[in-house]
């Protein structure tokens, strides 16, 4: 068996700077809780320290090859270092890494003594900066008070400001927020937000089970759930605008993404420590289980990071699903609690082989949100196929609005935006759009286009240019094309001499596309060099199946776990829709509706795409009868990917997701086989179990929609046996 751990380096530092602190918080795991080792260690990094880490870190990011490190610089409070010694560290670690990889420079810090003098230094070197505040100022002064008992409250406001003005504003990396029930959740989460922060982390208190959490006055058995579930009501009544880093977690992991912070979640940890005396230690919250617990024995000055990542105890925290307790294991919700912070599971009795000491509200917490992002009512798309290509259709301009708040005030995206809004304004223009739209691999652009404004601004350009074709509606427009290849879709592609600066001008069915040097293409002298048309497929069916667009040429057509073949020529492209056109007609009906088939790499069979978008792969050398036995199944598949896209089926992370698609994959199987044959009667009797576990889950963990798909699957099954 593979070690998950062995895969895993260490990219992370935190990077004790000062052993002290100004403030003097009750609730502080370095100087209240279990470990005492801070006592012994020098107040303040000496130069020689900081080298010796540096070259250490250069040497293991070397070694295995990081292309980024994150150093947080940490303490106690690390500004109490000084600027002076802060830019010492920030150019020494900058200096040892500059040729091996991108280094990610932060501070966490109470904020207390910032002043121009540090954010010019991390300035110098963008440094971000955290801030920890508690809330409004009676939240925070319940436990974050100075050494003479006196509020931190304004002065950390100060630093706030500070932040946010405009010479430092891009430092601001977020605030960091300890939850005590007893404030008000709504409270603290208005105060924070109204500061406009770039980020919240909202953190459980250090814990352990023999020094459980304080739970206030609350009668309820998840207090922290509780709250933390009004922060969320709150939030999402706001418009989620500030990312909530425990929440976005949350989120991720429930819809089967990663985990974005080591408190929760499977995902490995690749987190070291060093300390101010240059001991190598292991996550620092581990301070809270006992004196010496984060302790390795090892130092900068006689080890290595490679060394640190071999610690049983760092490994220990790197085994996902294995590095569990075994009521950990068996609970449904682990995914996206991945039992809790390690810390936050000692025992004095079996150490860390125990569920969080915040099981019960983990648990709620994951189990509420996903409750609250679940739409139970019945979706119609599961009975009616327009209805489902409606709501997709939604989605797709939901996509589209949320590309324009983006890249609103670009011109080039402004100009592409409002010959959009001029399409849509005309009915029959609006409906070219929308087929445009609805084309799957302009789906899979909308989703997968990023940041990039570029990209995004020449892929929606030539969905306006298509559609603009497809009504006759005169338009031009100019942007920058960041490829020779410009796809037009459903049409055919551009070949540009180069990259560059285009203007596109649409004459009835004509485009003519102006370069930078004045010379102009044009896609009405037929097929040639520089135009490419694509095809589409009729059906000899009575003219009850519309055509096929044939597309092997669209830059995002890449949607399918197999690889996409090239261009055709044209001996071969006409080859392929004969394939494709014997199967196809051999079909008396398909459960969803498929817009385009594109030619993969030989050997790599049928596909459907990713996501439901209505597109299907075919390898090149698909033999007819071959295909029109696989059809179904992979049909199936894509119409079960898109009721996932439109509608909520069951509740994130149950497992009837994975139930609905071993009940459908059973059936397309047991189709495929044919009727009694041996193969057919394992695989309806694999659906049988698939479909016998989904009646018995929990009746919160299925929607209406669920509810009727299984009723739908359940009668085919019953058909078929």
Not at 268 to 278: M, R
Not at 440 to 445: D, G, K, L, N, T
Not at 491 to 500: I, S
Request: glycine share 8%; charged share 25%.
């Amino acid at each position: 068996m593979t070690d998950p751990a062995a895969d895993t380096p260490l990219q992370q530092l935190v990077f004790k700077v000062h052993s002290r602190c100004d403030l003097a918080c009750d609730h502080c795991y370095v100087y209240e809780h279990a470990d005492r080792s801070w006592k012994a260690r020098p107040v303040v990094i000496e130069k020689e320290t900081v080298a010796r880490t540096a070259r250490r870190l250069a040497e293991y990011a070397d070694a295995v090859g990081l292309k980024s490190v994150s150093v947080i610089l940490h303490g106690g409070e690390p500004l109490l270092a000084g600027p002076a010694r802060l830019r010492e560290i920030c150019s020494e670690l900058t200096t040892a890494l500059a040729d091996i990889c991108t280094l990610d420079l932060r501070i966490h810090t109470n904020g207390i003594q910032l002043k121009r003098r540090h954010l010019d230094v991390f300035a110098e070197f963008g440094v971000r900066v955290s801030l920890s505040l508690d809330g409004d100022r009676t939240a925070n002064d319940r436990h974050r008070l100075d050494r003479r008992g006196r509020s931190s409250h304004e002065r950390v406001l100060r630093a706030v400001d500070l932040l946010q003005s405009p010479p430092y504003r891009h430092l601001f990396g977020g605030l960091l927020c300890t939850v005590d029930v007893l404030n008000d959740p709504v409270a603290v989460h208005d105060a924070l937000t109204s500061l406009d922060p770039p980020r919240i982390d909202y953190l459980l208190p250090h814990s352990t089970w023999d020094r459980p959490p304080p739970r206030g006055d609350s009668t309820s058995q998840t207090p922290y759930a509780d709250w933390l579930l009004s922060i969320f009501d709150r939030w999402t009544e706001q418009g989620r605008k500030v990312p909530v880093r425990t929440f976005d977690s949350v989120l991720s992991t429930l819809r089967g993404g990663p985990s974005l912070t080591e408190a929760m979640g499977l995902a490995p940890s690749d987190l070291a420590v060093v300390e101010t005396d240059g001991t190598f230690e292991q996550a620092d919250s581990l301070k809270t289980a006992y004196d010496g617990a984060p302790a390795t024995g090892f130092d900068v000055f006689r080890n290595g990071f490679a060394e640190l990542a071999r610690h049983p105890g760092v490994r220990a925290r790197q085994l996902g699903l294995a590095g569990v307790s075994e009521s950990c294991r068996r609970c449904p919700v682990v995914e996206s609690c991945g039992g809790g912070l390690y810390a936050h599971r000692y025992s004095s009795d079996r150490g860390f082989d125990n569920p969080s000491v915040f099981c019960a509200d983990l648990r709620a917490l994951v189990d509420g949100i996903a409750d609250r992002i679940t739409e139970r009512a019945l979706f119609p798309g599961v009975h009616d196929p327009d209805e489902l290509d409606f709501a997709l259709l939604r989605r797709d301009r939901e996509w589209l609005a949320a590309a324009n708040e983006q890249l609103a005030g670009q011109p080039d995206w402004d100009e592409t935006w409002h010959a959009l809004l001029r399409l849509d304004a005309d009915e029959d223009s609006a409906a070219h759009l929308n087929r445009l739209l609805a084309h799957p691999y302009v789906r899979s652009s909308l989703r997968r286009t990023g940041s990039s404004g570029t990209t995004t601004t020449a892929r929606c350009a030539s969905v306006a240019i298509a559609a603009a074709v497809h009504a006759q509606a005169p338009l031009r427009l100019s942007w920058q094309q960041p490829s020779q290849e410009l796809h037009l879709p459903t049409l055919g592609t551009v070949t540009l001499p180069v990259a560059g600066r285009v203007e596109a001008t649409v004459t009835g069915r004509t485009v003519s596309v102006r370069l930078a040097d004045g010379s102009v293409l044009t896609t009405d002298a037929g097929p040639g060099p520089c135009w490419r048309p694509l095809t589409t497929l009729e059906l000899s069916d009575g003219g009850s199946t519309p055509p096929l667009l044939i597309d092997d040429a669209d830059p995002w057509r890449a949607v399918y776990p197999a690889e996409v073949s090239a261009p055709l020529p044209p001996g071969a492209l006409a080859d392929f829709e004969e394939r494709v056109r014997t199967a196809l007609v051999t079909q008396v009906r398909t459960p969803v509706r498929i817009a385009v088939v594109t030619p993969l790499a030989a050997g790599t069979g049928v596909c459907g795409d990713e996501h439901g978008l209505g597109a299907l792969g075919v390898a090149v050398d698909a033999e007819p009868a071959a295909l029109a036995r696989e059809l179904p199944r992979h049909l199936r598949r894509v119409r079960l990917a898109a009721l996932r896209e439109a509608a909520h089926l069951h509740v994130p992370g149950s497992a009837a997701g994975e139930l609905f698609a071993e009940a459908s994959e059973g059936l397309g199987d047991a189709e495929r086989a044919g009727h009694s044959s041996d193969a057919a009667a394992a695989a309806l009797a694999h659906t049988e179990r698939a479909l016998s576990r989904l009646a018995g889950l929990p009746a919160r963990e299925l929607t209406e929609s669920g509810a009727a798909l299984l009723e739908e699957l359940l009668a085919e099954w019953r058909r078929l046996v």
